[in-house]
Every structure is written in C-alpha cells, then in structure tokens.
C-alpha cells in the first residue's frame, strides 16, 4: 500500500526565512504528485502538482517542490516565507493514470512569526 | 465557477443517532471522492465514485458508513449509529475524469458527536 511521510510536525520561521517540507512516499510504481495548504479557517487549496516532465514544478505564491524519483522525494520550497504562509501544508500521491484516491501525508503546520 | 459545496458546515449529534452529509461537486466532474480529516489521524480516503462504476469503498471504516450518488452529481455519506470516534471532519472532493488529476476540495463537514 502507498504512504506518504512529511517528517515535520510543526515548523517554526522567521519573517523572510527560506522553507523546506519534507515529504517521501513508498510506492514503486509511477505516481503523481501533489502539495495542498490548507489557511486557516480555509478549505484545501492545491499549491502544486506534478505528474511528469521538468522534475522542478513551481506553483502558487511563490512555491516550488522538487521531484526526485531515486530518493521517492517530493519537497517543498520557498526561498523566503510571509506571514501569511502560516498554515498546514500535504503531502499527497496518488497513481499514474487514473481517478484514484489521494493518500496523504499527516501534515506539516507552518507557523511564520514576524 | 462555483466550487464543490457542503452541507451542513456543521453537526452536532448524540451517540447512537444517524447523520447525513451532502456533498455538491463542481459541474461536470466525474469523480467524487470523500476523505475525513481528524486529529492525529491526517486524511483519510473514505469512498471513492467514478461516473457509473461500482464505488471504491476500500476506505470506509466500518459498515455503519455508507455513501451514495445520484445522478452522478450529489452525493451523501450516510454515519448510521454514531460513534464519538466519527467526530471528525468530513471533506469531498472532485475531479474531471480523463486527462486530469487535481482533486478540488470543499470546505467540509465539521462532525462531532456527543
């Protein structure tokens, strides 16, 4: 079975402070990536995807994540955080080629502090 | 456009009792997906409906859960004999079937059970 580990619970950062989540799924076959932020009081939003090509996907506000197949990696960047990052950022995979479910990660929640 | 709606945002029901959760997807999208989302567990896939094949109700924890689609649109989770372990929120999502994988998420179903 497919699972997904994003190996921070919580992560705090200053104003300005570069980002990285962590996030490796156990799965042989071929996936499709995704990252999702849920703001608080907010429903989930997706940051990013990536399901092939250029490994170095960029998305929404600034993001990016960087696809490594040999390390089964899927991190998630920002060279500098905002206030209004602060929220809980998920991991999530599922299979190539078809309407499967999501399985995500447990989350990582992000607070940026001035 | 209009996005997947829910409803209620809230419940609040007694042990025992039976509850009801709608879920409007966005127009057109063919696959409809319900996932809970509860403390320490993260998101779960619960049932999983893709145009008129049988649902993947490989989620679904137990037989008090049931899930049901008419017309290919609306759908409603059904939590007979509720349980204070149920208290969690129940989130749906949906996509276009082929050639695209973003799921979009609604706001959720905040369930608590007393």
């Known amino acids: 079975a497919q699972s997904v580990s994003q190996h921070n619970h919580h992560v705090i950062l200053s104003e300005a402070a570069s980002l990285e989540l962590g996030c490796n799924y156990s799965y042989g076959g071929t996936v499709n990536l995704f990252w999702y932020v849920q703001y608080p009081g907010q429903h989930l939003q997706l940051l990013l995807k990536?399901?092939?090509?250029?490994?170095l996907v960029k998305g929404i506000k600034g993001f990016e994540a960087e696809f490594i197949k040999s390390k089964f990696s899927f991190n998630l960047r920002k060279p500098s955080v905002q206030w209004s990052d602060t929220a809980e950022y998920f991991c999530?995979?599922?299979?190539?080629?078809?309407?499967?479910?999501?399985?995500f990660g447990k989350g990582t929640r992000l607070s940026v502090i001035a | 456009g209009a996005g997947v709606s829910q409803s209620p945002s809230n419940k609040v029901t007694e042990k025992g009792k039976d509850v009801e959760l709608r879920c409007d997807p966005i127009s057109g999208h063919t696959a409809l997906y319900w996932y809970r989302q509860s403390l320490g567990q993260g998101l779960e896939f619960l049932i999983y409906?893709?145009?008129?094949?049988?649902?993947?109700k490989s989620g679904l924890p137990s037989d008090r859960f049931s899930a049901e689609r008419t017309g290919g649109s609306v759908s409603t989770l059904t939590i007979q004999r509720t349980q204070q372990e149920d208290s969690a929120v129940y989130l749906c999502a949906s996509s276009l079937h082929t050639g695209a994988y973003e799921q979009y998420f609604g706001p959720g179903t905040r369930l608590t059970v007393t």
């Open positions: 990536y399901f092939s090509g250029d490994p």
């Open positions: 999530a995979v599922n299979l190539l080629g078809g309407n499967t479910p999501l399985v």
């Open positions: 409906f893709q145009g008129n094949s049988a649902p993947d």
